[in-house]
């Protein structure tokens, strides 16, 4: 009983000087090696493809809400003079519908504006591609232009105006919408292959150090040190690096993102320039090494705790 007792108190003694330093038993690089950096870029890949698709939603939505409402009237005749008449009349008509928030005729010199850079400047429009350019009339409705809204826009065209088309803006740019739907999907996929590498990285990391550490470990179980005291030495040791390549990749890909978005904010284009990200996708790119430091500690730890049962 006596030397069971001693054997006993010898291990909680054991246990209590491992709680009180049981950093110094496991050697810890700080920053110092290849796996603060590895943290680092794969954080930087997954802030950059995050930055991306939310960006690209940003656009979706953006453009959804502005052409929603949108309706083009094309007056098609190819005389001059009966299409002007025909422009006239179909706005007199479109003044009686009730859906319609407001409407104008686009003038013949933004027309050609719109033609002329693919033909060069100071030159007739109508004259170089040989074909009469339509009379546009831009409607915004009141609500999201609906099949049974549009239908209603032609029927009331039909007397005023034979050749007049109609057309939702929504519909010819839906291709454009469900191309860049496909590419914020991808951005996505990126994002949590990225996090499945940065997971895998860590495993190989602490099976590493558990290899190069096995007989200290095994000197600090004899020692009284538990499993459970073991891994948090790893964990903590995985963590400060997670952590220090984490805001080093977040650094890195804000300047990316900064220097990118200037690029395509000076394109000045419609698209392009809605897709500006707006505070709450900031606040979601800052918390990318946040997440990325639990997921190394919470991969470090349960690594560690798996190969120690394997070990004992």
């Given amino acids: 009983m006596k030397a069971r007792a001693r054997k006993n108190a010898g291990i909680a003694r054991g246990r209590r000087l491992f709680a009180g330093a049981e950093a110094k038993f496991v050697p810890q690089a700080r920053l110092s090696g290849p796996m603060p950096w590895v943290i680092a870029i794969m954080v930087a890949m997954t802030a950059i493809a995050l930055a991306a698709g939310l960006a690209l939603g940003n656009t979706v939505t953006s453009a959804t809400a502005e052409i929603s409402g949108g309706v083009t009237v094309q007056v098609v005749e190819p005389r001059e003079d009966v299409r002007q008449q025909e422009a006239a009349r179909a706005l007199d008509a479109l003044k009686g519908e009730s859906a319609i928030a407001s409407m104008r005729l686009v003038p013949q010199e933004e027309l050609d504006a719109l033609v002329s850079p693919w033909l060069g400047g100071g030159v007739d429009v109508t004259a170089s591609i040989g074909v009469p350019v339509p009379a546009l009339i831009d409607v915004r409705l009141k609500q999201a232009a609906t099949p049974e809204r549009i239908a209603a826009i032609r029927r009331a065209l039909a007397p005023a105006a034979p050749s007049a088309r109609v057309d939702a803006q929504a519909e010819w740019l839906k291709p454009v919408f ?8 991808l951005a996505l996929v990126l994002v949590a292959l990225l996090a499945m590498a940065l997971s895998a990285a860590v495993l190989l990391a602490a099976r590493s150090a558990l290899g190069a550490n096995r007989d200290t470990i095994e000197i600090v179980h004899l020692l009284g040190g538990t499993d459970a005291q073991i891994a948090r030495v790893f964990q903590r040791s995985l963590g400060v690096d997670a952590a ?8 890195l890909a804000g300047i990316v993102i900064v220097v990118l978005g200037r690029r395509f904010a000076g394109l000045s284009a419609g698209l392009v320039s809605s897709g500006a990200l707006v505070w709450s996708d900031w606040l979601l790119l800052v918390l990318v090494p946040l997440l990325a430091t639990a997921l190394a500690m919470i991969t470090a730890r349960l690594t560690v705790m798996h190969a120690l049962r394997k070990m004992l």
């Fill in 178 to 185: 469900d191309a860049i739907v496909s590419l914020q999907w």
């Fill in 244 to 251: 220090g390549g984490g805001l080093v990749g977040l650094l």
